[in-house]
């Protein structure tokens, strides 16, 4: 048992904006009122639920190819082994453990893998066991599968929406990705897709029905989290026209779009690079269907890994830089190419206010999710000072001052003077993500809430609070003091069970036996012993 007393409490979720109340802890839970127990004395300090980390790539065969191929990343943030914890090291591409640690230490107490294929289900499983602390799940990768695109092309949506069923429970995932719809499938034969309506080379099926279809099956599944879309042409010049093509031809079916900023670019190309983030916000502000995510570009060395291969092969293209390339059998393929966004580029610099733009413009804080595409557009470790942008207006302007002209002269960024409060900041990192993955018991300090709960400083300087918490509890266990970690605990796997016609694996057999390196029967992910502590988040069927 626990009572954290006298702090200023921020719980956007419930309502709550910098109340002094005690919070009440037992069993892992938040609770009404407990007698006895541990008391943490929180006056002058704020109290906030534990961050949620919406999109991030942790775990998995690409997350791998990207430590492989960057050992001079290996030198920065070490961190010693002790008594209590495992060493590791990475700046952009830590270990597991050592990202399980340093999300902690931030305040984070849940990540969501951005992009599994299928077929690695059991590698991502067992990095993300590995990972100490966080409660984890992943985005199970669906947009160029054979199957998906099969039933597309054969109208045959009551197999399309059992074989996404089945997918999911086989996998232990959680909800549907889709990268580069059409666009991937393309690039196994060395092309790819430029608009929604180009189809792709397996079946002659386009982005617009693989979206629009994986949209509906969704839905009628009732998954808690929307579809989570990597649109086509992302990294293009010109691409915003791309991505409100999508989200028109959706017609009011919930979508989220993930890190909006590499897909709210506008010009006909990169030497007229522009901002296009006040159309997408203009599109987001009037339609309660859609939700976004930053990508936030952080200045500084990155290692962009995404299955849009395309796309890596486009940037290894552009930059010489070392590249990766793989292929997912049935299902994806993927790419990792180190980068560095520069201050002095003026591409950089558009794609840096880009990402602050559609933060300040984007009216609805619940709507629109603070990430950074980590390791894509920067390091998960960079929230401090973005927050602080956000925050700050002339911070903000300073900073905007000291970066290539074209981020002033191409976006509107230097008449932006809005402010986000710290309740709104809560909203984007912890209430709102959760909220949108349909975590119930996440993201708020409510009765019944998961006892996950951040406590930081009360300082002037919002970068310094947010590096810095007091305390850090997890599941109602302080895992980190002071910046220290105090406890070392496995998170629990998140995922879903829809249900589904068991005909759909006769179904798929013959094709699966005819097309995939592996067996049928060995497919699927043995949940006991791969997802050993698991939550089953409900779905709500229709």
Known sequence: MLRIINGTVYDPANGIAGEVRDICVADG???????GGQVIDAQGLIVMPGGVEFHAHVAGAKVNAGRKMRPEDHRAMPI???ALTRSGVGHTVPSTFAMGYHMAQLGYTTVMEAAAPPLGARHVHEELNDMPILDHGFLCLMGNNYFVLKYIAENDFARLKDYVAWLLNATGGYAIKIVNPAGVDTWKWGRNVNDIDEPADTFPVTPRQIVTSLARVQQELGLPHVIHLHCNNLGSPGNVATTLQTLQALDGLPVHITHAQFNAYGGAGWSDIRSGAAEIADYVNSHRNVTVDMGQVVFGPVTTMTADGPWQHRLYELSGH????ADVEMETSAGVVPYQFSKRSAVNAVQWAIGLELALLIDDPW????????????????????????????????????????ASTRSGL???RREYTLSEIVTITRAGPARCLGLANKGHLGVGADADI????????????????????????????????VRDQPGRCLHVTPGYDGQIEAAISDD???????????????????LPDRVAVPCHER
Do not use: C
Request: charged share 25%.
């Open 29 to 35: 839970k938040i609770v009404a009122a407990v007698e």
């Open 454 to 485: 951040a406590i930081y400083p009360q300082v002037e300087d919002p970068k310094e609070m947010f590096y810095h918490p007091r305390y850090v509890i997890k599941g109602g266990q302080i895992v980190a003091r002071d910046g220290r970690i």
């Open 414 to 416: 230097k008449d932006l």
């Open 367 to 406: 709507r629109m999710y603070l990430t950074t595409d980590h390791p894509n557009a920067g390091p998960f470790h960079a929230y401090p000072d973005i927050i602080k942008l956000l925050m700050d207006a002339d911070y903000r302007a300073a900073t905007l001052a000291g970066v290539h002209s074209a």
């Open 512 to 530: 699966f036996e005819r097309y995939y390196t592996v067996d049928f029967e060995n497919y699927p992910v043995q949940l006991e012993h791969y």
């Open 80 to 82: 010693p082994r002790t």
């Open 322 to 325: 070392k590249w990766a390339n």
